[in-house]
């Protein structure tokens, strides 16, 4: 019999590709829609500083103009999220600070952002 543990988040046993893939879909269509929106709002908004909740592999953070935002900072309770979002921008954006943290159970309060 498996010993099922309490404290285990769904989120963190769902794949990347696999979460990447639906979001992606035809039928669902987020992927592209958060994108597209990410990028008209930094540019509508021009944020000194932005809160990506639920950062998962980075999508959107491509269009972070590192000349107007100075700090990024990402949450998200999968790490394996996080340390792909790492691979791919932190070359990109000097400022991007990653973090695991779920906002569900913590009730910390660590940064102010003028773009969420």
């Given amino acids: 019999m498996k010993k099922v543990q309490k404290n285990i988040n769904p989120w963190n046993e769902i794949p990347l590709e696999d979460y990447e893939n639906h979001m992606s879909h035809n039928s669902v269509g987020q992927l592209e829609v958060l994108n597209s929106l990410t990028k008209k709002y930094l540019n509508n908004i021009e944020p000194k500083t932005c809160l990506f909740l639920g950062v998962a592999g980075g999508n959107g953070l491509e269009h972070i103009d590192n000349n107007v935002t100075e700090n990024v900072i990402g949450i998200d309770i999968n ?8 691979e791919r921008y ?27």
């Fill in 79 to 86: 790490q394996d999220y996080l340390n792909t979002a790492h």
């Fill in 90 to 116: 932190h070359d990109k954006i000097p400022s991007l600070n990653l973090i695991n943290f779920n906002i569900t159970t913590d009730a910390k309060v660590f940064c102010k952002a003028d773009f969420i």
